[in-house]
């Protein structure tokens, strides 16, 4: 299918299609008029509906869903995500999926540099800020500390605490609860990408010291010859001492790069000094990398560019490094976690294991295309007065305008163009990219910028060519990881297995399957030996015995591919794993001595046919015949990033890492790390669901493509999600017909607050909540309400009588309840919600362990009526319903990037219409969980409850 740019019919296709949910202010108005088509997507190309059913336009995102997307729309690895049944129910017990979770800590050790690291995977990146606030809150070294420190410019998430860190007025003023103000200190910004410096080690020397007598003298050495960038800098730190030195703050939040601030640079020398500086005051530095981690930049971590060093040349770490977008879920990174994991969503840890995979091994890629991009760059400021300061690193790129009352013109131009960009900061346009961009699409980005410039500078109206060799074939993808996952189900025998693969050889490339055994292997030795040194150099090329000894085999599999005069053009075979004991780091794995277990010796195509993805496709052909005839595993040796290409296809079977062997090839070529890898060849149907929030475990396999690609419900939704979303509207309060989505618990909670907030003018921030109830423990707020801490203005009560007390003060702005509702009577809570008005104050409810024993709202059952209410369904979904009088309908007060996940929400609905038994409530203590009960007892994993199937 060719690709199209959009036109009006997408447009107005979805504007009729978003009316409905705009109807009666049921969500905000403040959705992109266009609709997702998910399944068409690929590389940068965003796939939308038009009216004619499989014939999609196609938007050129150039944010990359904001810096979601790494590797584009339905990257090959991503599919991975679906090859594992813990990512379709969300059973984070499942034995699997643990390997997975421990597997990623360890890339992320890796890439690091820190074998302490620990991962607590959360929902998103706002969460995973609040979440290493509240830890350093927790284990901060001075115990009067309360206050937060950032950077102007910056941003930092819409939760409450991350929103007040959060620079631009606008954003963080409407919500401030006065006495939790952060104290923002000035940023050194450069405008130049070229931000690594040369350091002078007396310069560490300093800042390591800071209380030292001769502190200042030494600093007016460095004043005394500083340029104006290091005049900034040396402000900045000055600033930063006199802040550590009061005594009030117990955490700093630092951006790398300041992204939506506006691209806003800053060096090495800078970052080092800080680090010192916070560190010798104890105050603990939290690196949000929600952005620019996971090679935004050149390195993994952006802040690892900056190669932070004390003076004696030791690496310095940062106490949290935290992560999100390209991560696909919110991550802390940490020595010292108070708690792991107990809110998280399975299918989106998985997808982002498989992302950060394919983005190490595309590092030299990332710098090719940041190197052709500076280049396009350049030429386009040179060429127009009006803008200004390129920068460009790895993936992202941005340049300024000098009037920023031009910036609406280039943003209302951009979809003309069929592109996709946001504006950063004042006056920045800013872009990020994926691995999935071409030259070719490269030339199209910036002949289009020129364009709108030409529209906005000159009054010019030109039409531009538009050329892309890109011909979208996604369908394939998906409809090979049906048979696949059939065949991990069991629901597919041998012979539907090759019939289905040779159907689809003969008709996509007039290829024919076969195998190759002990009857025809001569025929086709002298062809494998040709493969063989056509494709690899001799130090690569695999013995002809070893092919000889698995075609002899009974319990081997190899197959091949004939062109329609019987060439052989493609070879695909794997042993059984314990007949290759001489393989470099074979016998130190798992499952060496399983019978049932087969090693990848090679998968191969001749040069000629090498398109299309035939050499993907072979390796589906044999994965999903091997799993029909009952084999297990599947393992293979990659060589780091000499087969990146073929560690993504073996990362879209479900690849998990098992072991890296280093310095394996003893040659002179660089990257000599192998890197071996196993897939499962059967789902295990491990029956013990457990978790600390509500777990879903019913699986939605009709939305592959919301569980492949994560984007921005922000700004884009699909006819599933408001499916989805008008379903539960069905089932709530007539009165609570007003929606958010959120991407968790503790978000559903801040959202809910910020829009009573907000309604209420500000008059009173005071919650109130009952003792031992539950609202989330990954935000200030649902922190405080949960009694974890007390941070925000509280209170507790024990019982109705203590409620009705607190309420008589009239100072609280809301009551919560959470887990207790069902010890009070509907006319209890109707009492309660009476006199709480009587007293100004809202009732917000958490129905989420109600929801899941009973698929149904405890406020709709018995004709209660709160302000408003909530379910967490679990993983990164969850839906406020709010009163019209606490309803905050402007569009974009409250956003989150995410706003959800699909898939998760796609999950929700099929348990409340599916016949799967509703979930068991237990209590806590009685429940031996695996995964994350290591917390201390004054914190750690209090969820209150458990739900099992």
Same mark, same amino acid.
């Given at each position: 299918m060719e690709v199209k740019l959009i036109s009006n019919k997408s447009h107005e296709h979805a504007k009729k299609k978003l009316s409905s949910m705009y109807q009666d202010n049921f969500t905000p108005a403040e959705k992109k008029e266009y609709i997702p088509a998910h399944n068409f997507s690929q590389g940068?190309? #965003? *796939?939308?509906? !038009?009216?004619?059913e499989g014939q999609p336009e196609y938007l050129l995102d150039a944010a990359s869903q904001i810096a979601t997307l790494g590797l584009g729309f339905n990257a090959t690895p991503l599919f991975g995500t679906l090859m594992h049944q813990s990512a379709w129910t969300g059973n984070y017990q499942d034995s699997t999926f643990l390997e997975i979770a421990h597997s990623f800590e360890k890339l992320l050790q890796r890439k690091a540099s820190n074998k302490k690291?620990?991962? /607590?995977? /959360?929902?998103?990146? *706002?969460?995973?800020?609040? !979440?290493?606030?509240?830890?350093?809150?927790k284990s901060r070294y001075n115990k009067d500390a309360k206050k937060i420190m950032a950077f102007e410019g910056s941003f930092h998430g819409r939760f409450l605490s991350t929103l007040f860190s959060t620079w631009n007025p606008a954003k963080r003023e409407p919500y401030q609860i006065p006495g939790h103000e952060t104290t923002f200190i000035k940023y050194p910004e450069t405008k130049s990408d070229n931000f690594i410096l040369q350091l002078d080690n007396e310069w560490l020397k300093l800042w390591e010291n800071p209380y030292a007598k001769d502190f200042d003298t030494k600093l007016d050495k460095f004043k005394s010859n500083a340029d104006d960038l290091l005049k900034s800098e040396i402000d900045s730190l000055e600033e930063l001492k006199q802040t550590f030195q009061s005594g009030e703050h117990f955490a700093i939040l630092v951006e790398p790069m300041q992204c939506e601030g506006g691209d806003r640079y800053s060096t090495n020398r800078f970052h080092n000094a800080l680090n010192l500086l916070a560190k010798s005051y104890k105050v603990a530095v939290i690196y949000d990398e929600v952005q620019t981690g996971f090679h935004l930049g050149l390195d993994f971590f952006w802040h690892r560019t900056f190669n932070l060093k004390d003076s004696q040349g030791n690496q310095l770490n940062p106490e949290f490094i935290t992560c999100a977008k390209k991560a696909q879920s919110g991550i802390v990174l940490t020595e010292n976690p108070l708690w792991l994991n107990n809110e998280f969503q399975t299918s989106s840890v998985i997808r982002g294991y498989y992302q950060a995979i394919a983005l190490d091994q595309n590092r030299l890629k990332i710098k090719e295309i940041q190197d052709y991009t500076k280049e396009k760059l350049s030429k386009l400021v040179s060429e127009w007065e009006q803008l200004s300061a390129p920068r460009c690193f790895g993936l992202a790129f941005a340049f300024d305008l000098s009037n920023k009352d031009d910036i609406p013109a280039f943003i209302k131009n951009r979809f003309d163009l069929g592109l996709l960009y946001y504006q950063a900061g004042e006056n920045t346009l800013r872009f990020r990219l994926n691995t999935a961009w071409t030259f070719t699409?490269?030339?199209?980005? #910036?002949?289009?910028? $020129?364009?709108?410039?030409?529209?906005? =500078?000159?009054?010019?109206?030109n039409q531009i060519e538009f050329k892309t060799k890109k011909e979208v074939n996604i369908q394939n993808e998906y409809k090979w990881h049906e048979q696949l996952i059939k065949s991990l189900q069991g629901k597919l025998d041998t012979k539907e297995a090759k019939s289905f693969s040779n159907e689809f050889f003969k008709d996509t490339f007039n290829a024919t399957l076969i195998d190759i055994d002990k009857d025809n292997f001569k025929k086709y030795k002298g062809q494998i030996e040709e493969i063989q040194k056509a494709i690899y150099e001799p130090t690569r090329q695999t013995e002809i015995e070893k092919f000889e000894k698995i075609a002899k085999c009974d319990d081997s599999l190899a197959i091949g591919l004939l062109s329609e005069d019987e060439e052989l053009i493609g070879i695909s075979f794997a042993g059984k794993i314990s007949h290759f004991p001489h393989e470099s780091g074979l016998r130190l794995l798992k499952h060496f001595n399983n019978p049932k277990a087969l090693y990848m010796l090679d998968t191969t195509i001749v040069k000629k046919r090498q398109t299309n993805g035939m050499g993907k496709y072979l390796k589906y052909a044999l994965s999903t015949i091997a799993a029909s005839s009952g084999?297990?595993?599947i393992y293979g &040796?990659? &060589?780091?990033?000499?087969?990146?290409?073929?560690?993504?296809?073996?990362?879209?079977?479900?690849?998990?890492?098992?072991?890296?062997?280093?310095?394996? =090839?003893?040659?002179? /070529? $660089?990257?000599?790390?192998?890197?071996?890898?196993?897939?499962?060849?059967?789902?295990?149907?491990?029956?013990?669901?457990?978790?600390?929030? %509500?777990?879903?475990? !019913? %699986?939605s396999f009709n939305d592959m493509g919301t569980l492949v690609n994560k984007v921005c419900l922000s700004n884009f939704i699909d006819e599933s999600f408001m499916s989805n979303m008008k379903h539960?509207?069905?089932?709530?309060?007539?009165?609570?017909?007003? #929606?958010?989505?959120?991407?968790?618990?503790?978000?559903?909670? $801040?959202?809910?607050?910020?829009?009573?907030?907000?309604?209420?003018?500000?008059? &009173?921030?005071?919650v109130l909540s009952l003792d031992n109830d539950y609202f989330g423990k990954q935000s200030f707020m649902s922190a405080t309400l949960s009694g974890k801490i007390d941070f925000y203005p509280n209170a507790k009560a024990q019982s109705l009588a203590d409620l009705k007390e607190e309420l008589d003060k009239g100072e609280y702005l809301a009551l919560f309840i959470g887990d207790r509702l069902e010890e009070f009577s509907t006319q209890e809570l109707n009492e309660i919600i009476e006199y709480s008005h009587k007293n100004a104050t809202k009732v917000v409810f958490n129905e989420s362990v109600y929801f899941h024993k009973n698929k149904k709202m405890l406020s709709a059952e018995n004709g209660i009526t709160p302000d408003a209410s909530y379910i967490h369904f679990g993983g990164q979904i969850g839906l406020c319903m709010l009163k019209d009088e606490v309803y905050e309908s402007k569009p974009l007060m409250m956003i989150s990037t995410w706003d959800g996940d699909a898939y998760a929400l796609a999950q929700a609905y099929q348990y409340l219409t599916s016949n799967t038994p509703k979930k068991e409530f237990k209590c806590f203590e009685d429940i031996s969980y695996e995964f994350g009960l290591k917390a201390p007892s004054d914190f750690g994993n209090s969820g209150k409850w458990f739900f099992t199937c």
């Open positions: 940068p190309y #965003f *796939a939308m509906e !038009t009216d004619k690291l620990k991962a /607590v995977y /959360v929902n998103s990146g *706002a969460e995973a800020n609040e !979440t290493a606030l509240i830890m350093a809150y699409d490269i030339d199209y980005l #910036f002949n289009a910028i $020129d364009e709108i410039a030409k529209r906005v =500078y000159k009054g010019e109206h084999f297990e595993y &040796r990659n &060589r780091d990033i000499h087969a990146g290409a073929m560690l993504s296809i073996n990362c879209s079977l479900g690849a998990i890492i098992e072991t890296i062997l280093e310095e394996n =090839y003893l040659d002179d /070529v $660089d990257f000599r790390d192998v890197i071996i890898y196993r897939q499962n060849l059967k789902w295990n149907n491990e029956n013990v669901k457990l978790s600390s929030s %509500p777990i879903l475990n !019913t %699986p539960f509207k069905a089932i709530a309060p007539k009165e609570l017909q007003h #929606f958010f989505s959120a991407s968790g618990h503790s978000e559903c909670v $801040d959202k809910i607050y910020k829009s009573i907030l907000i309604k209420n003018g500000k008059k &009173r921030t005071k």
